[in-house]
């Protein structure tokens, strides 16, 4: 029997050490039972700081990669956070106790309803999902007070940018499959600040 508390804590200790510091973020990841979002199979893996095959050539992300990109949303508890890229629901679960509202879209409907089905169990209320196209994102909802891609565009859709807010922080991996790179975009009065914060590797943005 795998003692996960102590797994978990171990984590939040290695990423203090890496220079996660925003002790909220590290909050909320302590309240998500990351091994509720791995297969069976890899559950004692759950808390290395690695990411995992889930169903369907999907991943979820590294714990320290999570930290990092919710870490550069700047939540204050008050957002509309738009995620495009469920997969197994982590990301979503981890801005749940950090904004108001997660609107989430994932295009692979099997993945969807494992992860509604995990945000049910786990009582989440403030998580809304769709399936659908994520580059085309969630016009309806628009305009969002951040936004986040847990899958790469070769670059941002200029529609996703036209959905964040004036005063808005977008966090995207961006780029083809070798030359990542982790952006935080600012949406100001006189359009766009991009900047780059380290190299990643995520699954490609598909669109249709």
Known sequence: MTDFQ???ARLIMAL????VGETEVLAAMEQVPREQFVPPALRDHAYENASLPIAME????????VARMT???QLTGRERVLE???????QAAILSFL????YSIERLRPLLVEAETRFRQLKITNVTTKVGDGAKGWPEGAPFDRIILTCAPPSIPVTLLKQLKTGGIMVA???RDRTQNLVVVHRTEDGFEKQDILP???VPLIEG
């Open 58 to 65: 999907q991943t979820i992300s590294q714990p320290y990669i």
């Open 16 to 19: 203090r050490g890496m220079g």
């Open 173 to 175: 991996p961006e780029g």
């Open 84 to 90: 495009i890229g469920t997969g197994s629901g982590y």
């Open 71 to 73: 870490a550069a949303l």
């Open 200 to 202: 990643v590797k995520f």
């Open 6 to 8: 102590s797994e978990k």
């Open 99 to 102: 904004c108001r509202r997660v």
